[in-house]
């Protein structure tokens, strides 16, 4: 099994930053793609990048250029750094990864969630 555990969520301005941290621990063998998603209310989960292993990186048309997804595969750490934050980027942010265990098999966790919001 596999935790992932959120961080670095809270209340900002228009304009301002946060950066996200995603932990992942328990009985780790190689973590693959690291994703982060998001969910406002009343709408559906939408992913918002993701990240190989080997840093190829890819956003959202609504994040490019504001968000930066980043990752520490010593300790199994992914980041989002959100920049020029807007109030429609309000959304509880989930991180999501593929795991890969000894046996050869693939499968999907889901964090807990940490709250944005962004308002004046």
């Known amino acids: 099994q596999v935790q992932l555990v959120e961080s670095g969520g809270g209340l900002v301005q228009p304009g301002g930053s946060l950066r996200l941290s995603c932990s992942a621990s328990g009985s780790i063998f190689s973590i693959n793609l690291m994703n982060w998603y998001r969910q406002a209310p009343g709408t559906r989960r939408e992913l918002v990048a993701f990240i190989s292993r080997g840093g190829s990186t890819s956003y959202a048309d609504s994040v490019k250029g504001r968000f930066t997804i980043s990752r520490n595969n010593a300790n199994n750490t992914v980041y989002l750094q959100m920049n020029s934050l807007k109030p429609e980027d309000t959304a509880v942010y989930y991180c999501?990864?593929?795991?890969?265990?000894?046996?050869?098999?693939?499968?999907?966790?889901w964090g807990q969630g940490t709250q944005v919001t962004v308002s004046s």
């Open positions: 999501n990864a593929d795991h890969l265990d000894g046996l050869g098999t693939m499968r999907n966790y």
